[in-house]
């Protein structure tokens, strides 16, 4: 082994990887609730009795999963300012184009999520006279959102590793930093070692945490059915 | 005696099968009445009109005297019925439906199961249904279990459940499709009981029924349908004894061998016959 790892420089560094960091959480954090929110009002319109809301959720989830996570934030780095006439940033980008990619995904979780309960529910409700509306928000959906919070646990776990992508268009998340460090200080294996290590001690507790809930909400479930 | 509901000339097809073929039924005020009859003979149907979980084809359907929906007629000269969805909201309210599957709201706690409609569609306070639910709750003889989940109950104790829930939004009348029928054999008697209790205190109901002893017991008219229509009507003596039409004697020679008493047999509770 000729190369000789030297991870002492990291200390040095550490303020600069820490604000990469704090800019990935920060990332993470508003492209998760926003897509959890548009998955929300998606998942309903493809669940709706209407067959026109029916379509705009499914014209939105098919033309974002059928299209690369990463041409998007390209697209969408480049499209926005000329659309909407805001001004371009890097921030807004990444945010915007990991909102509606979490967003089409999440659909498809809230879509199944209510699609699983059971059609007695919806009729016991519907019977004591709720309307559409309220069947879905007092019996359906409490019901489906404990169903789906193992799903919505993994879609947060992919969304971490995914606001990687920002650093193609220079935001200054984790993997960005570590990049302009590398290069700085001419030490890219340890550099990206310790990228990768970080990512490691975030997110393998968060899967762990998933693992658990998927047990506890099966639990939960066959304990409500089991007559 | 005050009608509550009537139904006339109810039809009710899924595509070209018909399978109510104009039913005319009154159900007066206090009266229990049992709906019996072969599967597929369209009793779960016929209820499910009522309140409109599904749609009748034709016929006309009042609740306490007043018409439900909008009569039209087209170019043709042909009649039919219009509905508006809230109507059919404030029609559901006004009557109760028991599932053979129970349906309870997995996720509430008995109590709140009782407590939701009232609270949302009737705009009770919290305390006000709370102390609802305690009086339904009583009437099915389950109030210890008032803060237990649906999944920790018995079949038995999730259909008493379901009953409050549904007598809590104070309908005019009770529909019972098979309420018995998915539970193990040793809780039904609890259900029954519940529901005779019911009949007893004067709720008026339709109960689609398997279980001809309560019928007899408990029903002052019982209805036997067959094929879309009413075959026999009448007393349960008249129909679960001596029934004078061919089709009702084949259908009770096929289930009543271990379960009908003898025509000699007194009713259980004379003082409940209501004649």
Redesign the interface.
């Known amino acids: 082994m000729a190369y000789t790892w030297d991870f002492n420089f990291l200390l040095s560094v550490g303020p600069l990887l820490l604000k990469g960091l704090v800019n990935t959480i920060k990332l993470w954090a508003v492209a998760l609730s926003c897509g959890l929110a548009i998955g929300l009002a998606m998942g309903l319109c493809r669940t709706a009795p209407s067959a026109i809301l029916r379509g705009i959720g499914t014209v939105y989830v098919e033309s974002i999963r059928n299209t690369p996570g990463l041409v998007q934030l390209i697209w969408i780095f480049y499209a926005l300012p000329i659309v909407t006439g805001l001004q371009s940033s890097a921030w807004l980008a990444a945010t915007v184009s990991l909102s509606l990619y979490t967003g089409a995904y999440s659909t498809e979780i809230y879509r199944a999520g209510i699609a699983s309960v059971e059609a007695g529910q919806w009729e016991a409700a519907r019977a004591l006279g709720f309307g559409y509306g309220n069947q879905m928000r007092y019996v359906v959906l409490p019901q489906a959102l404990m169903r789906m919070i193992p799903a919505f646990g993994n879609r947060a776990i992919e969304l971490a590793k995914a606001t990687t992508l920002a650093s193609t268009i220079a935001f200054g998340e984790l993997l960005y930093t570590a990049k302009t460090i590398a290069e700085d200080q001419l030490r890219p294996l340890e550099t990206y070692t310790a990228v990768t290590l970080i990512f490691t001690a975030i997110l393998l507790p968060l899967s762990y945490a998933c693992i658990w809930l998927e047990r506890r909400v099966a639990r939960n479930n066959g304990g409500a059915h089991h007559e | 005696m005050s009608e509550v509901l009537r139904l006339e000339g109810l039809t009710k097809s899924y595509g070209k099968a018909p399978v109510l073929k104009g039913i005319d039924l009154t159900v007066n005020r206090g009266e229990t009445v049992c709906v019996v009859g072969a599967s597929g003979s369209g009793k779960s149907t016929l209820l499910r009109c009522i ?1 409109f ?1 599904g749609y009748p084809t034709a016929g006309r359907i009042y609740l306490e005297g007043k018409l439900i929906g909008r009569e039209v007629t087209d170019r043709a000269g042909a009649k039919s019925m219009r509905y508006k ?2 109507e059919l ?2 029609v ?6 028991v ?1 053979q ?7 509430m706690t008995v109590e709140e199961n009782v407590m ?2 009232p609270i ?2 009737r705009g009770l306070s919290k305390a006000e249904a709370k102390e609802r639910a305690a009086v339904h709750l009583q009437r099915v003889g389950i109030s210890e279990k008032a803060t237990a ?4 109950l ?2 038995g104790q ?1 259909q008493r459940v ?1 009953i409050a ?2 007598l809590a ?1 104070e309908p005019a009348i009770m529909l019972f499709d098979e309420a018995t029928s ?1 539970l193990d054999p040793e809780l039904v008697g609890e259900v029954l009981l519940a529901m005779r209790r019911l009949a007893q205190e004067g709720t008026t109901m339709l109960v689609v029924t398997h279980e001809l002893g309560f019928a007899y017991n408990v029903a002052r008219r019982v209805v036997f349908l067959h094929e879309g229509t009413i075959h026999e009507e009448g007393t349960p003596e008249q129909v679960l004894v001596n029934p004078t039409k061919p089709r009702t004697q084949d259908f009770l020679r096929g289930v009543t061998t271990f379960r009908m008493p003898e025509p000699k047999l007194a009713p259980a509770d004379p003082s409940n016959r209501g004649e």
């Open positions: 309140n979980l969805e809230a909201c404030a559901r309210a006004h009557v109760g439906m599932f599957q129970f349906n309870l709201f997995p996720h939701i409609a949302k569609i989940f649906p999944g920790q018995s079949g999730q379901a829930r549904a939004m998915a």
